[in-house]
């Protein structure tokens, strides 16, 4: 079984930064495509980035181009999301998800991930 343990949300001042941290353990044999998303009361959860297990491949969403990045740590099966210029509209549940896959193969589509972490909780405001 794999489990996904995220750390990193909190409050945060519009223009602050925060960084997100997912690390992957239990049988985690093999290659996963990656990737954060979000959910607010009353939408549907939405892509942020996504990530292959070699972190060759990212795509980050238009609304956080330029402000968020995603990476993974190899050494420790982490992955991260570095998250700058936070926006109130950045506020949100931040979840961070795992799907085995081909090393350089990223997934776009929510439904199609495996395993997902318990969700941290992003709050920008002044």
């Known amino acids: 079984q794999v489990q996904l343990i995220e750390s990193g949300g909190g409050l945060v001042q519009p223009g602050g930064s925060l960084r997100l941290s997912c690390e992957v353990s239990g049988r985690t044999l093999g290659s996963f495509a990656m990737g954060w998303f979000r959910q607010v009361p009353g939408k549907e959860r939405e892509m942020v980035a996504i990530i292959s297990w070699s972190g060759r491949t990212t795509y980050h969403t238009d609304p956080v181009k330029g402000r968020f990045t995603i990476s993974k740590d190899n050494a420790d099966n982490t992955m991260y999301l570095q998250m700058n210029n936070l926006e109130p509209g950045d506020t949100a549940v931040y979840y961070c998800?795992?799907?085995?896959?081909?090393?350089?193969?990223?997934?776009?589509?929510?439904?199609?991930?495996?395993?997902w972490g318990q969700g941290t909780q992003v709050t920008v405001s002044s």
């Open positions: 998800a795992a799907k085995p896959a081909a090393l350089h193969t990223v997934v776009a589509v929510a439904t199609q991930y495996a395993y």
